[in-house]
Each structure stands twice: as structure tokens, then as C-alpha cells.
């Protein structure tokens, strides 16, 4: 055990740590065959205009999430010229919309997020040449 002191708001507290070097982990039991009764789960379905993944090159910039939420609208296509500062898509979290803009002025090489998409922090959502 360690001994450690943290101070939270101003007031001092003593803690023990106790540090674990090995963690065993026990293997998966099998999977019993499903029982007649359980009915197949529908699958989900694939987000509409999917993206390939986004390749970042040379001399490319990459435009990431700056927070999780979900894209509500896609303005920016591949191809299209944008100058920075140009809206590339609006991005909704906490009930509140965030323009997503570029950073650069150049060609936005791809779009990686489509309409209604839930993304994470520092996912690409574009990428501009």
C-alpha cells in the first residue's frame, strides 16, 4: 500500500493506494445455443451515405470533432472549394447546433460523416487538400 496526500477544495486528505501488478482475466464462457423461442433481433440499419474512412496525406487537414454529438446537416461536398471559415457541416451537442468550419482555404478532398451520424471527440469529419 501507498500512502498518498490529496488536497480537494482546500481540506487535506491521507489515502492508501494499493497497486495491483497482475490482472487475470477468467475466458469467456461458451455461448449456449439459442432456445426456439427467442426471436432474431433485426439488424440495424447502416447509416444513410456511410463515408469511407478518412485518409489524411501530405499536406492534407484534417477538420475533427470537437465534441461528441451528432451531425445534423452536411453542407460541405468532395470536391467542393472552401476558403477558412467556410461552414462544413453543423454539429449538434448539448442541444446546442456548433458550426464546423475550415480551418484552411484548399479542395475538401472527403466528407467522413453523414446526416444524422453520432460522432466522437477528435473523429475526422473531413478532410481538406
Do not use: C, H, R, W
Request: glycine share 6%; net charge positive.
Amino acid at each position: 500500500m501507498k500512502k498518498f496526500n490529496i488536497t480537494v477544495n482546500g481540506a487535506t486528505y491521507q489515502v492508501e493506494v494499493e497497486e495491483v501488478k497482475e490482472v487475470k482475466v477468467a475466458a469467456p464462457a461458451a455461448k449456449a445455443a439459442p432456445t426456439p423461442a427467442a426471436a432474431p433481433k433485426a439488424a440495424a440499419p447502416a447509416p444513410a451515405a456511410a463515408a469511407a474512412p478518412a485518409e489524411v496525406g501530405a499536406g492534407d487537414t484534417a477538420v475533427n470533432s470537437p465534441m461528441p454529438g451528432k451531425i445534423i446537416k452536411v453542407v460541405a461536398a468532395a470536391g467542393q472549394t472552401v476558403k477558412k471559415g467556410d461552414v462544413l457541416m453543423i454539429l449538434e451537442a448539448m442541444k446546442m447546433q456548433n458550426e464546423i468550419v475550415s480551418p484552411v482555404d484548399g479542395i475538401v478532398k472527403s466528407v467522413n460523416a453523414a446526416a444524422d451520424q453520432s460522432v466522437k471527440t477528435n473523429e475526422i469529419l473531413a478532410v481538406i487538400k
